[in-house]
């Protein structure tokens, strides 16, 4: 039986990974939380808090093998185990050379952030593209075999920026393919304007946040104000930062359903976060740190959420293929192995902070 590897990161990548595996079940499926052999890296890693938070620290690790456990999944951390015939990635950041030799599958698993000058210029050097310090090169390194895009939008920004276009194509995205689902819900409030953050200090970028908090009131103007922390932050720090600089009955949530709250809202403002696309899918009136014309031309398709039955059918397609890597068609593998299966089981209560 061939295996296949999964390379998981946040739980919104993790979850992303089960429901292709969950596709694919005549193929021996294990994951193993992103890695590095660089040992510079890995003592970083081990040593120092600089890139805890990142996916890469332990903390990510914890709480990702803790659902993978949970699901009965199996885990080859560092991919130690085993030999593998396809390594999917949830990103192209961090390839390890060895897992070159393997087929692979890039998977797009949420926004891609602010390509900047500095961007340029590690793309340029061919410095590695961590040191870019946030995801800006994600999906344009043009060193996995296949790049399975969010939308026509984002397959035309990865070939701009250095991705073969004969390597990508538009699947969609698993957990922002089928956003409609979150109308009908139980969350408690309602007509509400919501401010989703994130993590922008604790991956040591700048953000004047009192000036945000400030910005998100202007704009409400007397409404109900609801934020909605990102998981990775301080969420003592927010919730203080928040409450003196907002009109009493904010509401703040450091867990719980980000869509079924923006279902709920009746305008949303985000910074750098890929739910501004459930917003955009919702029909919301939404703000943004990105242009929002730009946004609403990469907004992932809605497929009624088969983007990772699509994924797998590439999985499923690349493996069959005998050919050398430069003659596999994904856009004909998706078409040609495509199989309806029932929708994937995930538990909804570890998702649910994503």
Avoid at 2 to 13: A, C, P, W
Avoid at 220 to 239: I, Q, S, T
Wanted: proline share 4%; aromatic share 10%.
């Amino acid at each position: 039986m061939k295996k296949i590897l999964f390379i998981t990161g946040s739980i919104n990548q993790t979850t992303q990974m089960h429901q292709i595996a969950n596709e694919l079940p005549e193929f021996d499926c294990w994951f193993s939380q992103l890695f590095t052999d660089n040992a510079t890296l890995n003592n970083i890693i081990n040593k120092t808090t600089l890139l805890s938070g990142t996916v890469l620290s332990n903390k990510f690790r914890l709480i990702s093998e803790d659902y993978l456990q949970q699901n009965g999944l199996q885990i080859d951390f560092g991919a130690k185990k085993n030999q593998y015939d396809l390594v999917v990635f949830c990103t192209d950041l961090i390839v390890p050379p060895r897992m070159r030799n393997s087929k692979t599958i890039w998977v797009q698993e949420g926004m891609i952030d602010r390509y900047t000058p500095w961007s340029g210029v590690v793309k340029a050097l061919k410095l590695p593209p961590t040191l870019c310090g946030n995801t800006s090169l994600n999906g344009s390194s043009n060193i996995c075999d296949v790049y399975c895009a969010a939308s026509t939008g984002y397959k035309q920004y990865f070939m701009g920026k250095g991705t073969e276009e004969r390597k990508i194509v538009v699947t969609g995205m698993p957990n922002y393919d089928n956003l409609v689902q979150h109308i009908n819900n139980d969350f408690p409030h309602h007509n509400y304007v919501m401010v989703a953050t994130t993590d922008m200090r604790e991956t040591f970028r700048i953000e004047n946040r009192i000036a945000f908090i400030k910005k998100a009131v202007k704009i409400a103007n007397g409404r109900p104000l609801l934020f909605k922390l990102h998981p990775n932050e301080n969420v003592a720090r927010a919730e203080k930062e928040i409450y003196a600089n907002t009109p009493a009955g904010t509401l703040v949530y450091s867990k719980g359903n980000t869509n079924h709250m923006i279902a709920n809202c009746c305008e949303l403002i985000t910074q750098y976060s890929t739910v501004v696309y459930t917003g955009i899918a919702l029909g919301k009136k939404v703000h943004s740190l990105f242009d929002i014309n730009e946004l609403k031309r990469l907004t992932p398709i809605q497929n009624d959420g088969v983007s990772a039955r699509n994924i797998a059918a590439i999985c499923r397609g690349y493996l069959k293929h005998d050919g050398n890597k430069e003659s596999f068609d994904p856009q004909l593998a998706m078409d040609k192995y495509h199989v309806s299966r029932p929708e994937p089981e995930l538990t909804e209560e570890l998702i649910a902070n994503w």
